[in-house]
């Protein structure tokens, strides 16, 4: 039997309703921030990722599906592939690509789609997973530097998460500075690091070589109490950093939203400016972020483009169907009425009320004439259908139909012409 790949899963129905529904609600909520949808290829050059999230990031150096693509004519060259990890580092190479910073405006994209990362698989963590993400990305002129886009973004996903219903989450809030501050920061890090590291485990000792921050992301136990003595960032943050990120958290103040300043999170991608954020849901075990997201204001000319800051998230949309499922806030869609065709010749009959039904907003579905009424009831019942509604010789001579309340058992005739509101009734 062949079957679906490890870490990568089929998505059925009725999970596929849930997934509707909270992409439904994405939709909806950042359409009113005035948000439109941008879609980038699932594939990309390998380079972009390279320089966009870092070489030295768990996802670039460990996580990527990176394939040679072979020259198809002599005039080709050879080209590294990647199936996209993430998808701020695609919405950046297409910002730039078409220019799209030059009205001048700020660009307020979002997306819904498929990621790809090598990881090993578990509980929340997919090698083929999807992320609902928004980037805030503009000239400066634009004021896409400005603190109130920080806290612009932050809300939009609360309100977000209350659309879907999603409660019980941990805002953890964060700045990681600027280039000047990490330089800094690295150093003090290092310093501190070379007392230390021979104690860490192999990868901290590599990083407090190549990426002294990445230590930070450490989640061995035995690190821990030695990371968590090593120097903090907002002892190394500039003026405007701290200026920036006092706004930030005054603005979410005033808006009642809640959070926690959380020191150690640096986020694993290297293109990170001021603020990192993430939400933490309850439900989710080890794997217990939600959603992640910050600040990238070098990230555009680190990719050859023009000085364009930006902020950005990217939720896993997976993570949070299991929290919603966590909460049993299932969304199933019931069907509203089952038509079951009652005798030879009946189906186009049947088949042409559903389309009318149907056109009236109703969810309908249709058995066939060859089944007797009892499988018919049995189908509608298993389906979670409210009524059925019979066609037959009878029906069709009367032009009314004989609808039966399933759940009440009560069964009467309505006229073709008040089919479709008695139907929308509860
Ligand atoms: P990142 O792009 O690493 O900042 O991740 C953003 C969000 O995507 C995380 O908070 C997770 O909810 C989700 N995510 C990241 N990697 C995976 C994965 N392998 N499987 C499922 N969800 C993931």
């Not at 977000?160 to 501050?181: E, I, M, P, R, Y």
């Not at 009831?377 to 009314?400: H, L, P, Q, S």
Request: hydrophobic share 40%; glycine share 8%.
């Amino acid at each position: 039997m062949i079957k679906a790949i490890r870490g990568t899963r089929d998505l059925l129905p009725p999970d596929t309703d849930l997934w509707n529904f909270v992409e439904e609600r994405v939709r909806s909520v950042f359409q009113r921030y005035n948000f439109h949808e941008i879609r980038t290829p699932v594939f990309e050059a390998t380079e972009l990722f390279a320089r966009g999230v870092g070489e030295d990031t768990d996802i670039v150096s460990k996580e990527m599906f990176t394939w040679e693509d072979k020259a198809r004519a002599q005039s080709e060259k050879a080209q590294s592939l990647t199936l996209r990890p993430e998808n701020t580092a695609g919405v950046v190479r297409s910002y730039i690509e078409h220019d799209l910073g030059r009205s001048g405006q700020l660009q307020k994209l979002y997306y819904v789609g498929p990621q790809f990362r090598r990881e090993r698989p578990q509980k929340g963590r997919y090698r083929q997973f999807f992320q609902i993400g928004a980037e805030v990305i503009g000239p400066p002129s634009a004021g896409s530097e400005l603190p109130i886009r920080d806290a612009e973004v932050i809300e939009m996903l609360t309100a977000l998460l209350d659309s879907v219903g999603l409660k019980g989450w941990t805002l953890h809030l964060n700045s990681v500075g600027c280039a000047n501050d990490r330089a800094a920061y690295n150093a003090a890090l290092r310093e501190a690091l070379a007392g230390v590291k021979d104690k860490m485990c192999a990868d901290c000792q590599r990083r407090a070589e190549t990426n002294p921050l990445r230590v930070l992301d450490c989640k061995v136990p035995e690190d821990q109490p030695i990371i968590d003595a090593l120097p903090k960032i907002s002892q190394y943050l500039d003026e405007p950093c701290r200026l920036h990120f006092a706004d930030v958290k005054a603005t979410l103040d005033t808006m009642g939203i809640a959070y926690q300043v959380n020191e150690r999170m640096v986020r694993g991608l290297d293109y990170y400016t001021r603020t990192t954020f993430e939400f933490t849901h309850g439900d989710l075990g080890a794997q217990s972020a939600v959603l992640g997201g910050g600040r990238y204001d070098g990230l555009s000319e680190s990719l050859g483009g023009p000085k364009a800051p930006g902020i950005g998230f990217a939720i896993g949309e997976d993570r949070m169907i299991m929290a919603l499922q966590a909460q049993q806030a299932a969304a199933t869609v019931a069907v509203d009425a089952y038509i079951a065709p009652l005798g030879t010749g009946m189906n186009r009959h049947a088949l042409k009320l559903a389309r009318e039904l149907r056109d009236a907003g109703l969810i309908i579905d249709v058995g066939d004439e060859s089944f007797r009424l009892k499988k018919g009831f049995e189908a509608a019942e298993k389906m979670n259908a409210r009524y059925v509604v019979i066609v037959g010789e009878n029906e069709m001579k009367a032009d009314a139909f004989a609808v039966k309340d399933i759940k009440k058992g009560e069964q009467v005739t309505v006229p073709r012409l008040d089919l479709a509101a008695a139907l929308h009734k509860q």
